[in-house]
């Protein structure tokens, strides 16, 4: 099996900054491309921002110069750096990885797995 947990979110303030992690578990035989996605309420989930094996990155337009994503391939997790926080980043926020992992004793091609979600909410 292969877990995604995340870690990190919470209630901050207009202007303030928030770190999030993930790492990832299990019977793990290569990561790809890591990242964010996050869902507002009543809206569809959206990318934020992902991160290649070799750290190629890219971000949605609205978090570029104020989130960075960066990730330690040796403890199989991606770090989500959130600075200059508005109200409009508010959302549940989820890790995603493209993940080749063994399961029932196969190695299986390169699947989507999700973290279970945190939420951040920023508010005054």
């Known amino acids: 099996q292969v877990q995604l947990v995340e870690s990190g979110g919470g209630l901050v303030q207009p202007g303030g900054s928030l770190r999030l992690s993930c790492a990832a578990s299990?019977?793990?035989?290569?990561?790809?491309?890591m990242g964010w996605y996050r869902q507002a309420p009543g809206k569809a989930r959206d990318v934020v921002a992902l991160?290649?094996?070799?750290?190629?990155?890219n971000y949605a337009d609205s978090v570029k110069g104020r989130f960075t994503i960066s990730r330690d391939n040796a403890k199989k997790t991606v770090y989500l750096q959130m600075n200059s926080l508005n109200p409009e980043d508010t959302a549940v926020y989820y890790c995603?990885?493209?993940?080749?992992?063994?399961?029932?004793?196969?190695?299986?091609?390169?699947?989507?797995?999700w973290g279970q979600g945190t939420q951040v909410t920023v508010s005054s």
């Open positions: 995603y990885g493209e993940i080749r992992a063994i399961r029932l004793g196969v190695l299986r091609q390169y699947d989507d797995y």
């Open positions: 299990g019977t793990i035989f290569s990561i790809n491309t």
């Open positions: 991160i290649t094996s070799g750290g190629s990155t």
